[in-house]
């Protein structure tokens, strides 16, 4: 199994350029998120999915928009890029529950936004 | 006040020794915990879950203080590769991902 993968690992845009960081999965769960990380900041969420086709808001969804049209696959779009999300971007699944609660990453895309 | 705090280090500690991280939480409905380690540049993976009557696994040990709203983390004859930053993580009952993550305690294993 491949695990989580993100693409691509490094990007870098202008201000105002739009671009989606691709996520998938290939552990079956139901459950993924997406998180930035920012220096001297905890890992904050910016949208989650309990399954195919429902998503929702995490704490920081502002300038961005997801979907998931498949169990495998969820994207990430950035609108209008704006410095302030330069960011590491982390995507993650789980098989959710409230057992272990084992959050597998992906390697993480480095965004630069000029 | 934040959710979750930890101190940032870096711990600087010598093979074999041994050290200690906490990590406090604010929220008291908080219910399950967590320790993970992050690589420099690397993904976080989990390291441990804390139970409440606290858990070792080989040289680590992870502790929940309920009372005094805190867990800890334990790590017994650093190595080298224990070199990391480690993420304590809270999530609160219910909510799917009301998941904290805190900034991370960096820990440098020196020869």
């Known amino acids: 199994n491949a695990g989580v993968t993100q693409t691509p690992k490094f990007q870098v845009l202008k201000t105002g350029q739009s671009m989606t960081l691709q996520c998938a999965q290939d552990?079956?769960?139901?459950?993924m998120s997406w998180y930035r990380q920012d220096p001297g900041m905890g890992l904050r969420l910016i949208h989650y999915s309990v399954g195919a086709g429902i998503t929702d808001q995490g704490e920081v969804p502002n300038g961005y928009n997801v979907s998931r049209s498949t169990t495998e696959d969820f994207p990430l779009r950035l609108l209008s890029a704006a410095p302030s999300q330069t960011s590491v971007y982390f995507c993650?699944?789980?098989?959710?529950?409230?057992?272990?609660?084992?959050?597998?990453f992906g390697p993480g895309t480095r965004l630069t936004v000029t | 006040r934040k959710e979750v705090e930890q101190d940032p280090g870096p711990f600087n500690v010598p093979e074999g020794a041994t050290v200690a991280f906490n990590c406090t939480y604010s929220?008291?409905?908080?219910?399950?915990f967590f320790w993970y380690r992050q690589d420099c540049r690397k993904e976080p993976k989990l390291l441990m879950s804390v139970y409440s009557s606290g858990n070792e696994d080989g040289r680590f040990t992870a502790q929940l203080n309920r009372a005094s709203q805190y867990i800890s983390l334990l790590i017994r004859d650093s190595k080298l590769s224990d070199s990391a930053t480690y993420l304590c993580?809270?999530?609160?009952?219910?909510?799917?991902?009301?998941?904290?993550f805190g900034t991370g305690t960096k820990l440098q294993v020196i020869p």
């Open positions: 929220n008291s409905a908080s219910q399950s």
């Open positions: 993580v809270v999530k609160e009952a219910g909510g799917y991902q009301k998941v904290t």
């Open positions: 552990m079956n769960h139901e459950y």
């Open positions: 993650a699944s789980n098989t959710g529950g409230q057992g272990s609660y084992e959050q597998y």
